[in-house]
């Protein structure tokens, strides 16, 4: 496959932009390095890039594009947006309408904030849980990925429950001292550290289905245990949902699994490819943010026409009959070709999945928390990528990272896509 146009830009990105990126995971260090894709134009479930080689796209942009790239009912949306005008600093009549739409979509947010990314949204649930608890300290689980403020980015110790370390430079030592990391699906651990910390913890941060060691769901009565002991403490339970709201049901895994949080962090899918976050909860807690109540938060952007225009769109494709049952049907042919071609050519693959979302790991063994991710084989994969790219199936580039299906992603599609890897497969086992 020629990639020349993609190395000549790559060069020139990196005089420019630092790393040569805007995101790190773009470099491809999750698969060894190698020069990254740049794409020109995507539609539907594929991609063209800037030599002209077509991709069926699984990346969805890390989530977001779950009805397929320049989908017309999103694109007439945000081109009627922009013809009326991007921004005003004003309220506009479509956040009520949207705010309304996630409302009934999701039952446990009786108020909602918009604003512009995940980041921001989990960033401040985290401020406003404080400012109602009046504590500090924060509980989340290994090997999450809740965006890149101070607090979130913190990374466990040794030992089943411990105060972090930061995982970044720049972060303060103070900040990670108020975040307790424990190995998610391990309720002991979630206990000694209520039991050690409880009475000074604000929230204990969850992503209820994990989006971001690949998709891994919580074990039976493991979350409902979660939020017993948080509440028991005085705590609250914030759900990131960032990955997970409309991406396996028209709402979010709260429904799936019947379980509530207080409060709840949204972005990706509900921006329909634009930049956006959202935050909500209870109404008690939510009267803690400004102009109500003493938790600040603003944003030039926030709720902004373009974003709640293609964030509504979105929503209406995905409130159609049969979608996520197509998508599921599609996600199980894609996952037992898969491990049917990796039994035919003695590779070790697990798969993980939940309708449209699947994470293939090079292991024997079944993946519950971060440590089994962790173990699986990378190098393994990093081979697999780099295989399937050349025939054109664009994959996310690492390891712990899902595979998404969209709503534009056909039968033949899938087909061509076993085809990929079958012929992956069948190169890998011979080395
Ligand atoms: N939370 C989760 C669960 C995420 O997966 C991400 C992004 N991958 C974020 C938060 C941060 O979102 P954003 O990149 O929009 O800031």
Known sequence: MNISNSEQLHKQAQQHIVGGVNSPSRAYKGVGGGTPI????????????????????????????ITG?????????ITKAAH????????????????????????????????NSGTEAVMTT???????????????????YHGHSDPVLVQAGS????????DSAGVPQAIAQDVITVPFNDIDAYKEAISQWGDEVAAVLVEPIVGNFGIVEPKPGFLEQVNELTHGAGALVIYDEVITAFRFTYGSAQQILN???????????IGGGLPIGAYGGRKDIMEQVAPLGPAYQAGTMAGNPASMSAGIA?????????????????????????????????LPVT??????????????????????????????????????????????PSKYEAWFLTTEHSEADIDQTLDAVKKAFAAMSQQ
């Open 38 to 65: 740049y794409m020109e134009r995507g539609q539907g479930a594929y991609f063209w890039d800037v030599d002209g080689n077509k991709y069926i796209d699984f990346l969805a942009a890390y989530g977001p594009i």
């Open 126 to 144: 985290i401020r406003v849980a404080r400012a109602y608890t009046k504590r500090n300290k924060i509980i989340k689980f290994a090997g999450c």
């Open 314 to 346: 979105c929503l209406e494709v995905l409130n159609q009959e049969g979608v996520y049952q197509r998508m599921d049907r599609l996600g199980a042919k894609l996952e037992q070709g898969i491990l049917a071609y990796a039994r035919e050519y003695g």
């Open 351 to 396: 798969i993980n999945r939940l309708i449209g979302a699947l994470t293939v790991y090079f292991s024997e063994r079944e993946v519950e928390n971060y440590q089994d991710a962790e173990n699986t084989d990378g190098e393994m994969f990093a081979k697999f990528f780099k295989l399937i790219l050349q025939e054109g199936i664009n994959l996310a």
């Open 159 to 166: 030992g089943p429950a411990t105060l972090g370390t930061p």
């Open 84 to 115: 009326n005008g991007v921004l005003y600093g004003t309220p506009t009549a479509l956040e009520n309408k949207f705010a309304k739409m996630l409302k009934d979509a999701i039952p446990s947010l009786e108020k909602v904030r918009f604003v």
């Open 259 to 269: 379980i509530e949080p207080d409060m709840t962090a949204m972005g990706k899918i």
């Open 69 to 77: 790239h320049a989908h017309p009912h999103i694109t007439e949306a």
